[in-house]
């Protein structure tokens, strides 16, 4: 084991910016600075210390900041009294399994996800459960706190030592997951952290044909940005797989808990689609099972659970409260239209492209045409993900003043669990306000083009109601 130095016995200044609603997230050296992690790691390990938890997991991906906040992170958590267990550079789901591997269900992964090269984070878990909300906004209000600051540090500092739980991460998968025959498969990784672990495990569980794209990690994401929910992203994986006849084309994001899908003609399979796939699966061997989805998913997944046996249930979007919603029900699966699969079946309930990958490739290896099985999955005209940019804060409120002022003639349902999700015959339009930018989230399916232009122009009359001269992309 290792000493490492201590963070400030006086508490620096920290932005509040950095904490969002389900993880911290912010510009390095501008607003995440090492200062500020040093002393965000002091509030999570006394909070881990508090609650009996003695050993902490900290991962990073690959951005060029993650080395120096990982050791900033683990000074603090060593400060407040707690061990770290540090793993290196590994996707985020490799450090979640090495929560349940070591038995402290806490653990710490440095990543910026998706966003650009400059930003860095952290998603946390603690004592099993992912941290969001008051939990995140508690630790800012410690470390905001000389009193409560102070507090934090223990009598006897805490030690870090070195394990590389790779190895035991592949075999656990690889020893369960078969696939029937072997598949010919790209692996498009955007130069982001999953391109040290994919190739390595997709060769385990028998691809031997396998087409490597950007998977040297890289923190400038020099070729494409590391973000699948965006088909421009995809460019470069489309063209991989129909030239190389592959089976399916896999994409990761930028920290490997996200997964995109491309079949053999280059059609993308949004991960709502994908989610109908796997629901199949578990249901056979869970009838009645209970699978979550996101507000932002097709309205094709309802009816889809329910003619296979199963119990649909919407929820609100971010991956931290769709665990705790599987936690609540004991959903054996969930999944978000940004690509998060969580499997509560055979796996850990936690969201892991790779593992959802794994379990992908499983399924397609039993059909002779993977191609047709994905395509053939229901679908419907709609739009990808749009944003409407505000000022900080003020999302929420065109938000409320729609709930409390909007009017969507021929709407069947208005659901608000999240923003609103208008209901229409033939079709549904979502307007919900994000929790990480000052930004409201768009998206919109129905049966026909047609439909969606009037559901698009109902959507739009009724935020120009509430907020004249707002600037529509649609």
């Known amino acids: 084991m290792t000493r490492v130095s201590l963070p400030p016995a006086q508490a620096p200044a920290v932005s509040p910016a950095i904490f969002k609603a389900y993880d911290i997230r912010g510009i390095v050296a501008t607003a995440l600075t090492e200062e500020a992690v040093s002393a965000i790691g002091l509030a999570l390990g006394a909070r881990a210390r508090a609650a009996g938890i003695r050993e902490v997991v900290v991962g990073r991906d690959g951005r060029l900041s993650g080395p120096a906040l990982a050791s900033a992170l683990a000074a603090g958590l060593c400060a407040a009294g707690v061990d770290v267990i540090d793993i290196g550079m590994v996707p985020t789901p490799v450090v979640y399994f090495a929560t349940v591997l070591t038995g402290c269900g806490t653990g710490v992964a440095v990543t910026g996800s998706h966003n650009p090269p400059e930003y860095n984070g952290l998603k946390m878990m603690l004592g099993g459960s992912t941290l969001h909300g008051d939990d995140i906004r508690d630790l800012a209000a410690s470390i905001a706190d000389p009193a409560r600051y102070a507090a934090l540090f223990a009598p006897t500092p805490g030690q870090l030592r070195t394990r590389d739980v790779v190895p035991d991460y592949i075999q656990r998968i690889a020893g369960e997951v078969k696939l029937a025959r072997p598949l010919k498969v790209v692996v498009d990784a955007g130069n982001g952290v999953a391109g040290a672990v994919a190739p390595q495990l997709l060769r385990a569980l028998g691809v031997t044909d396998l087409v490597e794209l950007y998977c040297e990690v890289d923190g400038h994401f020099p070729n494409h940005h590391p973000d699948p929910a965006h088909p421009e992203n995809l460019q470069d994986l489309i063209r991989a797989v129909q030239a190389h006849g592959a089976d399916v ?118 059909v002779d045409d993977p191609g047709v099985v994905l395509e053939a999955l229901p679908d419907a005209a709609s739009t990808p993900e749009l944003n409407i940019a505000l000022g900080e804060g ?44 000052p930004v409201l989230v768009l998206r919109f399916e129905a049966d026909t083009p047609a439909a969606l232009a009037r559901i698009q122009q109902s959507i739009r009359a009724a935020l120009l109601a509430v907020r004249p001269g707002l600037v529509v992309p649609f």
């Open 249 to 366: 084309g896999l994409a990761f994001d930028g920290d490997g808990d996200r997964l995109g899908v491309v079949t053999p003609s280059g059609q993308m399979i949004f991960p709502d689609r994908q989610l109908m796939l796997y629901a199949a699966d578990v249901l056979e061997q869970h009838p009645g099972a209970t699978i979550i989805y996101d507000v932002k998913c097709t309205r094709n997944l309802a009816p889809w659970i329910r003619e296979r046996g199963g119990e649909p249930l919407m929820w609100r979007t971010g991956h931290s409260l769709v665990k705790a919603k599987m936690k609540e029900t004991g959903a054996r699966l969930a999944g978000e239209m940004s690509g998060h699969i969580f499997f509560n079946d055979r796996w850990y309930g936690f969201d892991d492209g790779l593992y959802t990958a794994a379990r992908l490739l499983e399924i397609l290896a039993r």
């Open 394 to 437: 003020e999302n929420a409120g065109v938000i409320e003043a729609l709930r409390q002022h909007g009017t969507f003639d021929g709407a069947t349902d208005i659901i608000t669990i999240d923003g609103l999700r208008v209901e229409y015959p033939d079709g549904f339009g979502l307007v919900r306000a994000s929790n990480t930018t």
